[in-house]
């Protein structure tokens, strides 16, 4: 079982990026400890700034610092993040078209024992609500890496949201990540490379299920699609990493195919990957899309994996849910 979380990753490759690049910048808002760039601060001081909590401040001076020419990483956690700091996300990053990657550590219900006060259900609404913000999440430690060096090539705002505990690797040293392109997984194995350049969707059968989901909900949703291949029913899973902008091609072609469409996501049943998944269906392919998602409502406590039991965001609960909605389309 994997033992390094997503924000690990992170860490990781600004330390071997920033050896080389004088121009990388972290900042934190007294969450270098949460967001594991403790080593970071410590053999790059000169590269790093520590704001204490103050998130406004925080996303100003990132923003002040990306019109110096650096290239600014700025930590805190997700739910204070996309709350406290929103309007200078909205003004000072992405209006202001700066140079600054926000990364909403400890995401979804990662706090969970911490409440509603700490949880960020809301983030992917808010955050993809902002004009020329791009919002990411990565599934594992791998596509997190892989995200985080792409990123460091281009010059745009983005927001990444990373939970806190380890998740199961998906994918390997050897992942081809294409920025913007959501990832096909079929029947569980992993195609590996971008959907664009490596699915034949002719070859797939007229009747599928296409289950669509991002961050820690990936992994489950490739276990449910297992769980379905078992009863005889055919399951593409998108794994939507990026999901502003959203992937419009291949969840056309996906839907395309299927009839049901299925997503599910650590947010709020509002505003996120389920709506949007929404929208393009049914502007382009009208299917019936079912959003699982966390409840309008405050969440329950309790670790993240309880959580996800009890509201049926697991492997069985979403094999559960496509199996009773393909007895309702087929009239049994």
């Known amino acids: 079982m994997n033992k390094i979380p997503n924000r690990k990753a992170i860490c990781d ?7 080389g690049d004088k121009d990388i910048v972290v900042l934190c808002s007294d969450s270098r400890g949460s967001a594991s760039m403790a080593p970071y601060f410590d053999t790059f001081p000169g590269q790093a700034v520590e704001v204490g909590i103050a998130e406004q401040n925080l996303v100003s001076i990132s923003a002040g610092l990306a019109k110096c020419g650096k290239k600014v990483f700025c930590f805190s956690p997700a739910s204070f993040l996309s709350t406290r700091s929103y309007e200078q996300a909205k003004v000072d990053v992405a209006y202001s078209d700066t140079n600054v990657t926000l990364v909403g550590i400890s995401g979804g219900i990662s706090y969970g024992e ?4 700490h949880h960020s259900a809301q983030d992917i609404a808010a955050m993809s609500a902002i004009p020329n913000m791009r919002v990411y999440l990565p599934s594992d430690r791998f596509q997190t890496a892989a995200l985080v060096e792409e990123l460091l090539e281009d010059q745009k705002p983005a927001y990444i949201r990373v939970g806190r505990n380890p998740v199961e690797d998906i994918y390997g040293e050897e992942f081809r990540f294409a920025l913007n392109e959501a990832v ?15 699915v034949d969707w002719n070859s797939l059968p007229e009747k599928q299920v296409t289950l669509v989901a991002c961050g820690e909900m990936s992994r489950p949703a490739i276990a449910a699609g297992q769980l379905l291949a078992e009863r005889g029913v055919h399951t593409v899973v998108l794994d939507m990493c990026c999901v502003k902008p959203l992937d419009c091609r291949a969840v056309t072609e996906a839907a395309g195919r299927s009839v049901l469409v299925v997503t599910a996501e650590e947010h709020a049943p509002f505003g996120g990957l389920g709506s949007m998944v929404s929208q393009v269906v049914g502007r382009e392919c009208p299917r019936k899309v079912i959003n699982l998602a966390l409840p309008d409502a405050p969440v329950i406590t309790g670790k993240s994996q309880a959580v996800f039991d009890y509201y049926g965001l697991n492997a069985e609960g979403i094999a559960g849910t496509v199996l009773e909605n393909l007895q309702v389309l087929e009239g049994k």
């Open 13 to 19: 490759v600004l330390m071997k990026k920033a050896a």
């Open 114 to 117: 911490l409440g509603m006060s």
């Open 184 to 198: 096909v997984i079929l029947d569980g194995d992993i195609a590996g490379a971008a959907v664009s350049s490596r």
